[in-house]
C-alpha cells in the first residue's frame, strides 16, 4: 500500500472520528437531518478513499469521493451557518476537509499520469470503416 494513499485513509479515519464526536450535539431536531447526512458522507467518504486504495482501477472510485467531500464541505459549512457548531470547530473542521480535497486531488492526478493511453483500433477514415 503506498503511503501518500495510506495516508489519505487515515486522515479521513481520524476525520470520521472526531466529526462523529461533534454531530452528536447538534440540536435535536436537526441530528435526523443534517446530522444524519454529514456522518454518512463523512463514512462514505472513509469508505471509498480506503477501498479505491485497494483496487487496481482506482479513478471511478476517487471520482466518487470527490463528489462525497464537495458534499461534506457543504453540509459542515451549514453546520456552522446554523450556529451547530462552533468557530474554532468550523475552523479545524474546515482544515480537515481541505486537507483531504488537496490529497485526494494529488491521487487523482497521480492516477491519472499513470493510466495508459488508448489507441483507437481503427486509424482511417471513420466513414470507410463500415465499406
Known amino acids: ?8 485513509v487515515k486522515k479521513a479515519f481520524d476525520f470520521s472520528k472526531w466529526l462523529l464526536n461533534h454531530t452528536g450535539k447538534f440540536p ?9 447526512r454529514l456522518e454518512n458522507s463523512v463514512l462514505e467518504f472513509t ?16 471520482h ?4 462525497v467531500l464537495t458534499r461534506l464541505r457543504l453540509l459542515f459549512r451549514m453546520s456552522f451557518e ?6 474554532a470547530s468550523y ?12 490529497m485526494l486531488g494529488g491521487w487523482i492526478k497521480k492516477v491519472m499520469s ?15 470503416f463500415w465499406a
Open 1 to 8: 500500500m503506498p503511503n501518500h494513499e495510506m495516508l489519505i
Open 28 to 36: 435535536k431536531s436537526f441530528r435526523f437531518s443534517i446530522a444524519v
Open 47 to 62: 469508505e471509498l478513499v480506503a477501498v479505491a486504495n485497494m483496487r487496481s482501477s482506482k479513478l471511478q472510485g476517487l
Open 64 to 67: 466518487e469521493a470527490d463528489e
Open 82 to 87: 446554523m450556529k451547530f457548531i462552533n468557530l
Open 91 to 102: 475552523e479545524f473542521g474546515s482544515q480537515q476537509i481541505a486537507e483531504l480535497g488537496k
Open 114 to 128: 499513470e493510466k495508459p493511453i488508448l489507441m483507437p483500433l481503427f486509424q482511417g477514415r471513420p466513414d470507410s
